[in-house]
């Protein structure tokens, strides 16, 4: 069993910055894949980024390329989203996820266990 807990979330206006975090509790992610989905109010569940926890290789969506980076401390067991230029688009409820899956199985059909979410709202 994972235990994912995000916070960080808030409101901000368009241009400015923020930054999620992620932490995470239970069984070891040594070899697990970490990542952000993010969801709209009547949109459907869009995949963010994410992160190989040992690797730290990443994958992003081309919606935040350039301007969100995602990355993790092994020592706190926490990821993180680091979201530069937010956009009144940005705007959603952000998860944090993760599972001993394939960064394609994570972007094309979700993860294994996620957190409760936390708001983000960007205004114009």
Known sequence: QVQLVESG?????AGDSLKLSCAASGRSTSNYRMGWFRQATGKEREFVASINWSG?????????????????DKAKNTMYLQMNSL?????????????????????????????QGTQVTVSS
């Open 87 to 115: 956009k009144p688009e940005d705007t959603a409820v952000y998860y944090c996820s993760a599972g001993q899956i394939s960064q394609a199985t994570m972007r094309e059909r979700g993860a294994d266990y996620w957190g």
């Open 9 to 13: 979330g808030g409101l901000v206006q």
């Open 56 to 72: 730290g290789s990443t994958y992003y969506a081309d919606s935040v390329k350039g301007r969100f980076t995602i990355s993790r």
